[in-house]
């Protein structure tokens, strides 16, 4: 490492390329605060005043952090001094305010650029288009496209990988299909995230035999398939319950020297749970450990809720304090799910127990937590303590919503206590919610036995 103090009276190169290696060293290595430091001492020393290219890695070395305002301090430091701002340095802020969506000051970052004369390129304009795109605002990107061919600057395959996935996303799969045929007209080959946009653009409206075709004309090219292409297809195998084809695909991936990462599995573990398949998903949950992928909080999450769902009660408390052993960060998704496993069980205590231990763990509970809290009460006949907690939560800060009344309401009705459940009603119509289909049904039921008043049938009508 160079000396602190020769860095203000260094004249030599031998200096100065060691203070920019070591500066580039630390960027990447991501210590994006301590090349800043370094940065700093460059130019407070007077000799080793940085070039645009070391501004220029700084500022892209803030953006990947999500530091936006500090990649524009530094645009502006390069403004005052005798090393200006080039595109590459505003493309870079533009295409990071995009990804966090601040579209509008992107689009004037742009127009100060434009004004100081600096000429925008394909990928200047493509990380507009994206942005706009994410905000649906299609004129906004139209009149974009249009300009930069206005200036001679043409789509490349980003550009038109980046529409083609908005468009899919969507729902407008015909004419992303239209964006390929446009780009092989114009001798751009679509590459493999282009075709995989498609295919998953397919799979999202259910026409798995089209992302089956897009698929094959994927392989037909060669080495054009990765995971990630693999996996969008066994996604859609699994939305649709075709267990069969996305295990032969999973099997696939090996024969083609592909890694099935933990996406791959987490997709296939959930479509089995979902299909009570629980011993396929666990299984599945052990393969891929045996394989060399760690399983993910998300992972362990899937499995343990389709436990949970399948009434598998012990495995999932072992899987539980699996994760509690392996000290991940357990959200209160996590918890959620457990409670409810609880509950589908009929071990009301049990879920009352760690809904009240919530806070010793650092934990607030949310709506759904409320909500599956006060459904156990109620299929346990505790309707009284299930109203405590509607009035807890709103103390709480925590808004009830027409799912709460719902489910208190059927808890009142189940439990024969029409009285109660008729002020609910009265209250939840109040609030501006509306029975749902079930509680409609089961009041119908007591107006057919004259057990309510027929007045109450318009209030309680779904909107």
């Keep these: 490492m160079v000396n602190e103090s020769s860095w203000s009276d260094a004249e030599d190169n031998q200096v100065y390329n060691c203070c920019c290696g070591f500066f580039f060293f630390l960027l990447e290595l991501e210590r994006v605060a301590e090349a800043a430091g370094i940065f700093n001492k460059m130019i407070a020393g007077g000799n080793c005043q940085p070039n645009v290219v070391t501004y220029g890695t700084l500022v892209k070395g803030f953006c990947m ?55 925008p390129n394909v990928i200047t304009y493509t990380s507009l288009i994206h ?38 996303k969507e729902g407008m799969v015909g004419e992303a299909q239209t ?43 060669g080495s054009m398939v990765d995971a990630f292409s693999y996996n969008i297809l066994i996604n859609g195998f699994c939305k649709h319950k075709m267990m069969d084809e996305a295990m032969m695909l999973l099997g696939e991936m090996s024969g083609k020297g592909l890694v099935p990462d933990t996406v791959t599995y ?16 666990q299984k ?37 304090r699996e994760m509690e052993g392996k000290r991940f960060d357990l959200n209160i998704v996590i918890y959620n799910i457990l409670i409810d496993g609880l509950c589908l069980a009929g071990k009301i205590e049990s879920a009352r ?36 907690l509607l009035t807890e939560m709103e103390e709480k800060g925590c808004s009830p919503d027409g799912y709460t009344y719902n489910i208190i309401i ?9 009285v ?23 009041i119908v039921n007591l107006l057919c036995k004259d057990k309510v008043d027929p007045a109450l049938l318009p209030l309680i009508k779904r909107e």
Excluded: H
């Design 179 to 221: 964006v390929v045929e446009m780009m092989i007209e114009r001798d751009i080959e679509p590459d493999t995230v282009t075709y995989s946009s498609l295919m998953d653009g397919y799979c999202l409206q259910g026409r798995i035999d089209e992302a089956k075709k897009v698929f094959e004309l994927m392989l037909s090219k």
């Design 65 to 119: 952090k999500g530091n936006n305002s500090a990649a524009i301090q530094l645009l502006r430091k390069m403004e005052e001094g005798a090393c200006k701002p080039d595109l590459v340095a505003y493309s870079t802020i533009i295409d990071s305010l995009c990804k966090d969506t601040l579209v509008d000051d992107a689009l004037n970052l742009f127009s100060e650029m434009m004004c100081k004369g600096i000429a």
């Design 410 to 418: 059927r808890g009142f009705i189940n439990n024969n206590e029409t």
């Design 420 to 442: 109660r459940a008729m002020g609910l009603i009265q209250q939840m119509v109040e609030r501006g919610f509306s029975a749902d289909a079930s509680t409609t049904e089961l």
């Design 284 to 320: 599945l949950f052990s393969k891929m450990q045996a394989c060399g992928q760690l399983p993910d909080v998300q992972t362990y999450a899937i499995l343990l809720d389709g436990l949970c769902k399948n009434r598998q009660l012990s495995t999932a408390m072992q899987l539980f």
């Design 266 to 281: 987490s997709t296939l573990v959930d479509s089995c749970c979902k299909m009570g398949k629980i011993g396929d998903a």
């Design 131 to 168: 942005g706009v795109c994410k905000l649906g605002e299609w004129k906004e990107a139209t009149r974009l496209l249009n300009d930069m061919v206005s200036r001679n600057i043409f789509p490349d395959v980003r550009t038109f990988t980046v529409l083609l996935d908005t468009l899919c």
């Design 353 to 388: 127990d760690l809904f009240c231990g919530l806070s010793s763990r650092g934990l607030q509970p949310n709506a759904r937590t409320y909500n599956i809290m006060i459904k156990g009460l109620c299929i346990g006949g505790l309707t009284s303590e299930a109203v405590k």
